[in-house]
Nanobody
Framework: QLQASGGGEVQAGDSLKLSCAVS????????LGWFRQAPGKEREFVAS????????YYLNSVEGRFTISRDNAEKMVYLQMDNLKPEDTAVYYC???????????????WGRGTLVTVSS
């Protein structure tokens, strides 16, 4: 199970940190990710991290501004978002899947979203 939190309303240029509590066993076999869905748009990948070796991937438009990290002991995944822009406004979701499987497959676990609103 996944539980995301930390959304809110901020101004452009501000920072926000999202958190996702992870439960389950054998997490080292999994990759954790953050996705977002803006109003009227499809859900898109934002960032992911391997629970095993912390290898990360980012959406081009957020690389250098967002940082995904994890805390094994606390079973938490974070998304530090800096220099936020109005176009980052969206509902953000955390998700998990076994390493090697597609994020588009049915074996993806989704958490509830948290709304991030960035005003100009």
């Amino acid at each position: 199970q996944l539980q995301a939190s930390g959304g809110g309303e901020v101004q452009a240029g501000d920072s926000l940190k999202l958190s996702c509590a992870v439960s389950g066993r054998n997490l080292e076999q999994y990759r954790l990710g953050w996705f977002r869905q803006a109003p009227g748009k499809e859900r898109e990948f934002v960032a992911s991290i391997s629970w095993f070796d912390s290898a990360t991937y980012y959406l081009n438009s957020v690389e250098g501004r967002f940082t995904i990290s994890r805390d094994n002991a606390e079973k938490m995944v974070y998304l530090q978002m800096d220099n936020l822009k109005p176009e980052d406004t969206a509902v953000y979701y955390c998700a998990s899947k076994e390493e090697g499987l597609s994020w588009k497959g049915r074996r993806v676990t989704w958490g509830r979203g948290t709304l991030v609103t960035v005003s100009s």
